[in-house]
């Protein structure tokens, strides 16, 4: 019986010490490898390809400093955030401070980052800093104040923020975007309208991702040297023999330009011409003289002319864009006509190209005939193709490449629609990749649930 006790009593502190040796190695495992799951339906706290690409090449370490107490609104999805930026890269560091609980602190590093506005996050790199506050974080929704209600959070763009102004100190360059003017075209000069096309949005949009823009004329014929991409968006009136080579030259000089052609229906049902048109199809893009039209995506109170797409064949352009959809309220047909070309937005099959403009314009039903394209219909299409150069290039050497993008619609850019559905997504992704900054492309704001946010540490064999 005695050693039969003595069994039970040795087995039962061996038990034990497994039991303790166990709990002590899963937390050494734990505290040391450990991933960070993200319970959030829309993934707010999950970072984008673009930012992780982003934080994996960063050469120069980045300090981030929080002016934020606990109890503003976003504290938590800024503070969860951040730790998401840590965790990807160890060339960020983040210290938060409270204005309440630290006032004297906070004083002392106010002077030395320069900051005078409430609830917000410095970043610097050596001695550059750059500064995202509040109104730069957050959407907000304000319609219910009508009825007493507080605003609330509509969506959180912390890491367009967050991202933008790691790029503004890291980047080594700053690409200048010019916009074509003299045409009619949408304009940084504009201020909005119907028939005063502005395009403030979306330069404030560029800026934040690290770009200068201008306006630019090519009356005289040349562009400048300077110009990194090439934008015309929306002409209303035919270009000159001298612009449209300037255009093509700056192609074919590896230049990179985008192209946002709006159908021009005159009121006898005939399309009015600018003479890029014929260009573009030189360089692998056609461009109907029809409206596309899908009634499988046609928008509610909209007559046919105005479709959301959400069909988005594989491309850098695209990265990043699922489950959005881009609005178009009067679009025209673009067709890839080479190999060096690639559609990347288009219709269902259910939608078509109609060339029956004149009943169109009369309100009256139309139909897929012999006379239409059939769907699906492309309404955007990239280009990348080798520039032909002088003697023999080096077998090592990557062959140079211009880049051209076109649009059959030019309004989805202006003030009037940037900020509808997925239109600002695919606008800051077109010009990164124009910019040739494909590692850049895809971030959008995340929509914020009325529920706690809460975070998992878990021991993994990675």
């Keep these: ?13 061996v038990a034990v010490a497994l039991a303790i040796a166990l709990v002590v190695m899963v937390n050494w495992i734990a505290g040391r490898q450990w991933v960070r799951a993200d319970w959030t339906s829309n993934q707010i706290y999950t970072l984008s390809e673009k930012t992780e690409n982003i934080l994996a090449g960063l050469a120069e370490d980045v300090e981030v400093v929080v002016f934020m107490t606990s109890a503003t609104a ?24 409270d204005p309440e609980k630290e006032p004297l602190r906070t004083q002392q590093l106010a002077e030395q980052y320069g ?31 009508q009825y007493g209600q507080a605003p609330t959070m509509k969506s959180f ?17 700053v690409p200048k975007i010019y916009f074509v003017t003299g045409h009619g075209e949408a304009s940084l000069e504009a201020t909005g309208g119907a028939t005063d096309r502005g395009l403030a949005v979306l330069e404030e949009m560029l800026k ?28 209303t009136q035919a270009y000159t023999s001298a612009e449209i080579e300037a255009l093509e030259g700056y192609l074919e000089r590896g230049g990179r330009l985008l192209v946002g052609l709006d159908p021009l229906i005159d009121p006898d049902g005939g399309m009015r011409q600018t003479r890029l048109e014929a260009m573009l199809g030189r360089h692998g893009v056609g461009v109907g003289d029809d409206l596309v039209v899908d009634p499988s995506k046609r928008l509610p109170f909209y007559d046919l ?41 288009q219709t269902s099959d259910q939608g078509w190209a109609e060339t029956n403009l004149s009943m169109l314009l009369r309100g009256e039903p139309v139909a897929l005939d012999g006379e239409d394209l059939a769907g699906p219909v492309g309404v955007a299409v990239m280009v990348e193709r080798a520039v032909a150069t002088e003697g023999e290039a080096s077998a090592e050497a990557e062959p140079e490449t211009y880049r051209l993008a076109v649009f059959g619609d030019s309004d989805f850019l202006t003030d009037l629609d940037i900020a509808n559905a997925g239109n600002s997504v695919l606008a800051a992704n077109v010009f990164n990749w124009l910019s040739a900054r494909d590692e850049q492309v895809g971030i959008a704001p995340r929509d914020v649930e009325p529920v706690s946010y809460t975070h998992l540490t878990l021991p993994t064999n990675a």
């Design 1 to 13: 019986m005695r050693k039969q006790a003595l069994r039970y009593t040795v087995s039962g502190v």
């Design 74 to 97: 976003m504290y938590d999805q800024v503070s969860e955030l951040l730790e998401r930026y840590k965790a990807a890269s160890g060339r960020i560091s983040v210290q938060t401070i």
């Design 115 to 145: 900051v005078q506005v409430a609830d917000t996050v410095v970043f610097s790199v050596g001695e550059r800093k750059k500064y995202v506050t509040s109104d730069q974080l957050t959407e907000m929704d304000y319609s219910g104040m």
């Design 157 to 173: 763009k912390g890491e367009e923020a967050f991202t933008s102004a790691i790029l503004s100190l890291v980047a080594t360059s």
């Design 208 to 235: 934040r991702d690290n770009m200068e823009t201008a306006d630019i004329s090519l009356l005289s014929g040349s562009v400048p040297d300077d110009a990194d991409v090439l934008a015309v968006i929306g002409p």
């Design 305 to 345: 002319s105005a479709v959301y797409l959400d069909d988005f064949p594989p491309h850098a352009v695209t990265s990043g864009m699922e489950g959005f959809a881009i609005l178009f309220t009067v679009a025209r047909s673009v067709v890839a006509d080479d190999a060096a070309a690639q559609v990347i937005v």
